[in-house]
T-cell receptor
């Protein structure tokens, strides 16, 4: 099993550009989530999903969209990137308990 | 906003020493989790706690779920160089899956 995979590993965007961060898991986990990590702030929940077709907002959802068309994939879309979205983004998945497994992260810089 | 207070922010210790860190919350949590993150990687789960008062060990790591359900601590005994990293606590409120709140992390540096 590859576990949780994220692409790209690094990305630089200009303000106003859009892009999609990819996340996939091969563990047949129903639950997936996206976090952002900023210095000195730990991880903050952006969006999460409890199954295909079901998504909900977390603590900091503004500026981000998600969809869950399959169990395996949970992409995160930035509609119009802003410098405040410069961060490290982590995707996580779980079987249903709170023991979430994290991907390696995507480091995003918005100029 | 963030409701978890994790301390200390950083620790510089010598190899062989014990390490202790804790998290306190303004809310009652049903679950406490402790993660370790190494540079350039995602957090890895170390210990999960599900009951107030629960004390759980994983090798040299020991964590406890406070009886008030508003705090937890993590101890690392006899530290070694590979213990270097950032340790995060995380708590879950109520029955809503996925809504974990994370502490800001404790950076541990171990010197020989």
């Amino acid at each position: 099993n590859a576990g949780v995979t994220q692409t790209p590993k690094f990305q630089v965007l200009k303000t106003g550009q859009s892009m999609t961060l990819q996340c996939a898991q091969d563990m047949n986990h129903e639950y997936m989530s996206w976090y952002r990590q900023d210095p000195g702030m730990g991880l903050r929940l952006i969006h999460y999903s409890v199954g295909a077709g079901i998504t909900d907002q977390g603590e900091v959802p503004n500026g981000y969209n998600v969809s869950r068309s399959t169990t395996e994939d949970f992409p995160l879309r930035l509609l119009s990137a802003a410098p405040s979205q410069t961060s490290v983004y982590f995707c996580a998945s779980s079987t249903g308990g709170n023991e979430q497994f994290f991907g390696p992260g995507t480091r995003l810089t918005v100029l | 906003g963030q409701q978890l207070n994790q301390s200390p922010q950083s620790m510089f210790i010598q190899e062989g020493e014990d390490v202790s860190m804790n998290c306190t919350s303004s809310s009652i949590f049903n679950t406490w989790l402790w993660y370790k993150q190494e540079p350039g990687e995602g957090p890895v789960l170390l210990i999960a706690l599900y009951k107030a008062g629960e004390l759980t060990s994983n090798g040299r790591l020991t964590a406890q779920f406070g009886i008030t359900r508003k705090d937890s601590f993590l101890n690392i005994s006899a530290s070694i160089p590979s213990d270097v990293g950032i340790y995060f606590c995380a708590g879950q409120i109520g029955g809503s899956w996925g809504k974990l709140q994370f502490g800001a992390g404790t950076q541990v540096v171990v010197t020989p």
